[in-house]
């Protein structure tokens, strides 16, 4: 096939990166900055770069953008997809995406899959791109129920070719409301966490708990506020719930209440223990 | 040196076979309980196994049990410890431990200083104990201002012996102040992440920010409740913290307000830096 990469970021970088290691296909990369179209091209990471009007001839486009940048270059190009070709995204939220962007590729003939691969790096840009990024990861896709079945195959095939180590389905609903819980509350609570004023006291103290803790603390703010907003009732949701729970062990301690503070800590270590079993 | 050590839990079990590892120091036992006592003695773990009346011999005893217990032991076992000989703890918080036994120990003559071994396990007792727990972690130590140089300096190479990589030295209430931060809130956070009722739905989804936000999660809640408890006033202000500083990523999602969003990353993002780099 002849596969188009849109933005050569760490994500779209490592799939190109990925198809010329991996596969045979042709890859064409779209990408605005004129010194990573070098690199891309000088690496062999792609075979050409291409305008977004050449996008006619992809059998495959991949939009490796932000998640506003991906709704909006995908309804710019739609004329420029070819009609039978498949068009998938990247990014972390599903359903904001698909309601923009499925119906107007519909109309035009073209199948669009929303898909994110649960794979990353806290650096971003081509230069940390790696064919070996997706190794070990999930690839989530979330086919409409109209989608056609061929193209969810080949998009399963593409991922196992690339190394995913599973291709998970989901609907954009649930994708976006399991993300909210595993994601992108892990990236807030790890990005509140450092704004303590202890922070500054804790060299030679720092035990693994915290490095756990604070790791993805460091995070690029442009995407994860646009994820955020992009997913804002479920990501609300979650965010009110630990807010309440740490509120409970707050006034346990509060009250003196050990018998309280032992069952609340007994109570989620039980929860984790199962979350590992199963 | 005759070295006691009471407790042959994970933490007490391990700088027993420690001892017997990396020192020529006679390694004594205090256990109550007998399926554990024998496991010493045949693994090699100990020289001997006494009773509390026996600590007399030791020139220096190393109390490996919970806070509260280790507050009542030596209490209780005040006459047994010979004069001149060092006592230290084990303890995650100091400044409440080292209020209870420093005066009555002084009284008697005898050296107590306060440590805490910044290593441990998702796992308790003497069957996870291993001679190389403490290898690449910090031994800090809490000296009075009135505690012998000579007695910090055998404490500190008794640390060194045993493979700690480093000894800091700090008082009883900066120490608790910032456990209270990188380990004591991790925990609470940790704990009271797994609540979300989207636990359930989360296989296949599990990204790795997830794991590092709840793997403490599985903590023994009958110890850490009792440290908790011990360190309250430092505990509360983290979490307060944290609560209001979750609170204002909230209220700006609430609102779309995505700049001040975006500016709430930043901040988090730069501090997390900061704090690596330093």
Not at 35 to 48: C, K, W
Request: hydrophobic content about 40%; glycine content about 6%.
């Amino acid at each position: 096939m002849v596969i188009a990469v849109v933005g050569l970021g760490l994500i779209g970088g490592s799939f190109c990166k990925a198809l010329k290691q991996y596969t045979n296909h042709t890859v064409l990369g779209v990408e605005v900055d004129e010194l990573t179209r070098q690199n891309a091209l000088s690496s062999g990471s792609v075979d050409r770069i291409i305008e977004p009007h050449e996008l006619v001839g992809a059998d495959l486009s991949i939009i490796c953008l932000y998640p506003q940048q991906t709704i909006d270059f995908i309804l710019d190009n739609a004329d420029n997809f070819a009609p039978k070709s498949i068009v998938i995204d990247v990014c972390g939220v599903k359903e904001s995406i698909q309601d923009e962007v499925y119906p107007p590729l519909k109309e035009r003939g073209v199948t669009f899959i929303g898909a994110h691969p649960m794979a990353g790096r806290e650096f971003s840009g081509f230069e940390y791109a790696t064919a070996d990024l997706f190794a070990n990861a999930s690839f989530v896709m979330t086919p409409h129920e109209d989608t056609p079945v061929h193209a969810v195959f080949v998009v399963s095939m593409l991922a196992e070719q690339l190394k995913f180590s599973k291709v998970v389905k989901s609907t954009p609903e649930e994708h976006d409301k399991i993300i909210a819980f595993t994601s992108q509350l892990a990236h807030i609570v790890s990005n509140a966490y450092v704004k303590s004023p202890s922070l500054e006291l804790q060299k030679g103290f720092s035990a693994g708990s915290f490095q756990d803790l604070t790791r993805v603390a460091r995070l690029n703010e442009y995407m994860w506020s646009s994820l955020f907003t992009l997913n804002k009732s479920a990501l609300l949701f979650e965010l009110d719930t630990i807010i309440e729970k740490l509120g409970e062990y707050k006034e346990a301690l509060e009250k003196d209440d050990i018998d309280t503070l032992r069952h609340l800590l007994k109570e989620g270590r039980i929860l984790k223990e199962k979350s590992l079993i199963e």
